[in-house]
Each structure stands twice: as structure tokens, then as C-alpha cells.
């Protein structure tokens, strides 16, 4: 789908569910459906600065935790290291650098029967799964060729 059209549908959304839409809680979103790189809360903060250079690290925190309790910012935890935010789009997959920690969507379908497949073995009521693929990213590939 579109960028833009992402960005009405979050917008309606957060109005529907009575959340006020403030000029940063809007570039917040509009950042996380543009950059497409995971960005953790501290990036976004350094990226939007220039524009609201009143807006703290806690502001954009505050604004990524009603996001995602809207149900369309999610937080993608690894263990110790700073959780990265993703704009919640239909089901993807996420292909992570072991070197540099990149973050890339990989869209695929199907694996939705995997859910079924849980259920019905073990009984559970199913809400979600989370897959992650591991691997050298092309440009750490590249810099590991140069040096090897
Ligand atoms: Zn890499
Ligand atoms: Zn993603």
C-alpha cells in the first residue's frame, strides 16, 4: 500500500479510538512509516529535534507507547539492547544483520497456518506468532569480503 495512504488510515484510526492527534505524535508516525528502518525511540528523537527542538527523548517514548497501544507502532524487544519500533503493517517478517543489528521486511504469507497448526496440537488459543531469520546483511557481506 501507500506511504501516504498508511498515514490517513493511522491517522482515522487514532481519531476513531478518541486518541488527540498532536503535531508530534503525527511526525512520530509519519517517521516510522517512512524510514522503514526500525529506528529505536533515540533515533526518532534525534531525527524530529531539528523540527520541535522542545520535544524530549521521554516525549517520543510517551508518544511510541499511546502509538502502540492504538494497536499501530509495534516494539520489537532483543533482550539488553534498545527496542526498536516498527509501524504494525499486514504480516511480515523481519531478516536481521548478525553484524550491524539491520532490520529488513521480508513479506511472505502462508505461515498463518502454522497458528492452526499450534492450536490444534497443543490446544491453545492462538494470538500471534513472532519469527525472526538471522544472517549477514549484502553490506556487511561486502566490507567481510574487502577484509578477508
Ligand atoms: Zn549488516
Ligand atoms: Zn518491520
Known sequence: MHQHAHLKEAIAKLKQVGIRITPQRHAVLDYLIEA??????????????????????ATVYNNLRVLK??????????????SRFDFVTDDHYHVI?????????????????????????????????????YGVCPICKEKEEVVG
Open 36 to 57: 522503514k528502518s526500525h529506528p529505536t525511540a533515540d533515533e526518532i528523537y534525534k531525527s524530529l529535534e531539528g523540527t520541535f527542538p522542545n520535544m524530549s527523548v
Open 97 to 133: 544483520c548478525v553484524d550491524c543489528g539491520k532490520i529488513v521486511d521480508f513479506e511472505c504469507d502462508g505461515l498463518g497456518e502454522i497458528e492452526q497448526l499450534a492450536q490444534h496440537k497443543t490446544g491453545f488459543d492462538i494470538t500471534h506468532h513472532r519469527m525472526e531469520i
Open 69 to 82: 497501544e492504538a494497536g499501530l507502532v509495534k516494539e520489537l524487544t532483543y533482550g539488553d539492547a534498545s
